[in-house]
Structure formats: C-alpha cells, structure tokens
C-alpha cells in the first residue's frame, strides 16, 4: 500500500457559506494530506476556494495504486459535500490526480 495525495477539483455553483466550509473541512479532516511529508512539506491546504467558487480538495489515501486512490479520493470529497448539503450538480466535481506520493508511510 502506498499513501497518496490526491487534488480534485470542483466549482461551487451557489456560495458556501463560511459554516458549510467549516463543516466541509470537519469532513475532510480525517484525510488531511498535513498527515503526510508532502504536505507538511508543501504546506497543503485541504480545501481552497478561490474568489470565482472554484475549489480544490487536497486529501491523502492509502491505496494499492494511484487509480483506486484516485477513486477513493474522490467517493471521499463526493460523500463529505453530500454531507456538508451540496447535491452532486451543485459542487461538481473535475477529475482526480495523484499530487504526490508519500513514499515515507
């Protein structure tokens, strides 16, 4: 098993309020990609949202391989807007990629 960080973009299409962020963050903090060398490295923000509602989730995953980390990255970020109350078509979201690997896990 190797841990990843893997970025997913996305696009806020109504504004997050400063709680729904919060609450996004809390739901995500169980990945946060500080765990690893490559973000405490690279100080890596968990989630970033830019003044257009463009965002991109930083999360770190564990996989066999750099695809079903991808996936796992992504059914995490899915599932944590579901609960932060973004329907799929209000928070989508881009293609995963892999941003580094932790070779030191």
Not at 23 to 44: F, I
Not at 67 to 94: C, H, I, Q, V, W
Request: charged content about 25%; cysteine-free; proline content about 7%.
């Amino acid at each position: 098993m190797t841990t990843y960080v893997i970025t997913i973009p996305g696009t806020f299409l109504r504004d997050p309020s400063d709680d729904v962020r919060s609450a996004l963050v809390r739901l995500l903090r169980p990945a946060d990609p500080h765990h690893t060398s490559l973000g405490q490295q690279e100080d890596l923000d968990l989630l970033t949202v830019n003044d257009d509602n463009t965002f991109s989730i930083r999360l770190e995953v564990t996989a066999d391989d750099s695809r079903n980390a991808e996936e796992d990255a992504k059914r995490t970020a899915a599932s944590a807007l579901r609960e932060a109350g973004f329907a799929p078509d209000e928070a989508p979201l881009g293609p995963a990629t892999v941003t580094g690997i932790d070779n030191q896990a």
